[in-house]
């Protein structure tokens, strides 16, 4: 299958991002195992997924992305899968997704936080359910029975096969613990959100690998407002547990961990992310018109006030014209709730207005849909500042971030014309 302009440019903008060098890559350099001439997997896009997911039919959905080796590695076992669902007669759809390409952008982005590929089994209308075991033909087939109940219960129950589940039998054992933290269930959600002036809620999964951070940033986070004796309460949901289904509905969770916000019972705002600090949760809690995202403004990356360049979690021509054929593009990762950052970087990015040589861009790592760009680079501290030189990674800016440091990091490098493949 030939790739659309757009979902070619994605993938080019992707590859260039990522540690491994690259000079350039044409159509029939990359990886399309995830072909429609396979009928037996159903292919879909943001329009005929909804419209399976508002029908309530049952999916295993492989999300993947055309640059993704390790996609690309599980489609035969995917296929045979298929196979066998068809001549088992088994009620579910099996399904692949191109989250990378412009059909796909909005669910892709909705239901992809942790990387390529995401496997989400959808049953009857609830959240889905991750597959996050080795992704083998038997695993997945075993899974799939699992979560249909077509097993008798000591298969089901072999080894550790089904300890990544989504739902769970039983409430967590974090609701016994005395630590300040106000679980929330659907019997005491109405008092408990209005209770307080303000409230910040985490609605979260047992077995959910991205909600371990969250969950202890607010273990740690509450005994600071306490010791500070900032006003609010911190709540929690066990998405994964019956007694809190309508709770997840009402606020239209749909990947975890998400987080809300409350001023008086009423929603001010909700956000998915991975990222959550101790520091950020008290910033919030003790003055929350500091947060950037919370202000009565546009966040800086929907301004369109500068000359930078904002990275989407799915690209634009615009981005990938940018990494691909400048000079240098300098790239800063950033935290949206903390735009103080960014601001000698914007600084400098006017500094050099006039260059058509060099570019400036921006990524915001709060928002898991624009994250999967930290994620390839493996960047894990912010703001972080690095630099490309015509799609090539050369280095991390290092030092106090000042216009003058930047400013000499670019000259720099633009005047070296060697650039390193990988550093």
């Not at 999300?63 to 066998?84: M, N, P, R, W, Y």
């Not at 004796?229 to 007694?243: A, H, R, Y």
């Not at 990494?323 to 709730?337: D, M, P």
């Not at 915001?364 to 490309?388: G, N």
Request: aromatic share 10%.
């Amino acid at each position: 299958m030939l790739l659309s302009s757009v979902c070619l440019i994605a993938v080019i903008v992707l590859v260039l991002l990522s540690h491994t060098a690259a000079a350039t890559f044409v159509e029939g350099d990359l990886p399309t195992p995830w072909k429609e001439t396979d009928k037996s997997i159903r292919h879909l896009n943001d329009e005929s997924l909804q419209s399976l997911l508002d029908g309530k039919e049952t999916l295993f959905v492989v999300f993947h992305a055309q640059f993704c080796e390790h996609c690309g590695a599980i489609h035969e076992d995917v296929h045979q899968l298929s196979k066998t669902i068809e001549k088992e007669n088994i009620d579910v759809i099996v399904a692949a997704f191109d989250a990378v390409c412009d059909e796909g952008s909005k669910l892709g982005n909705k239901y992809v936080t942790r990387g390529y590929p995401t496997l989400l089994l959808f049953k009857d209308g609830a959240l889905p359910t991750e597959f996050l075991e080795e992704r083998t033909y038997d695993n997945m087939l075993h899974f799939i029975k699992i979560q249909l109940g077509l097993l008798a219960e000591e298969e089901a129950n072999r080894g550790e096969d089904n300890s990544d589940a989504f739902l769970s039998s039983s409430p967590d054992t974090w609701r016994e613990e005395d630590d300040g933290i106000l679980h929330i269930t659907s019997s005491n959600h109405d008092a408990a959100l209005s209770a307080d002036p303000s409230a910040l809620v985490l609605f979260y999964g047992q077995q959910c690998e991205h909600c371990i951070n969250s969950k202890m940033a607010f273990k740690l986070a509450v005994n600071e407002l306490h010791q500070q004796d900032i006003p609010g309460v911190l709540g929690v949901v066990d998405c994964s547990f019956g007694d809190t289904f309508d709770v997840c509905d009402r606020f239209n969770v749909s990947v975890l961990p998400y987080v809300v916000y409350l001023e008086d019972g009423k929603e001010q705002a909700s956000f998915l992310s991975k990222r959550i600090t101790p520091e950020f949760i008290v910033q919030l809690m003790r003055n929350p018109e500091s947060v950037a995202f919370l202000q009565k403004v546009k966040p800086w990356k929907d301004r369109e006030e500068d000359p930078v360049v904002h990275l989407r979690g799915i690209s634009s021509e615009q981005d990938a014209s940018i990494i691909r054929t400048r000079q240098i593009a300098l790239v800063i990762f950033y935290l949206s709730w903390r735009e103080r950052d960014v601001d000698e970087f914007v600084a400098t990015s006017r500094t050099f207005s006039d260059d058509a040589e060099v570019a400036f861009a921006a990524v915001d790592c709060f928002s898991d849909p624009d994250a999967v760009w930290c994620d390839r680079l493996k960047v894990t501290t912010y703001p972080t500042v690095s630099l490309f030189k015509f799609g090539r990674f050369q280095g991390v800016f290092q030092g106090d971030l000042t216009s003058t440091n930047l400013s000499n990091f670019v000259v720099q490098f633009k005047d070296n014309n060697d650039a390193h493949d990988e550093l």
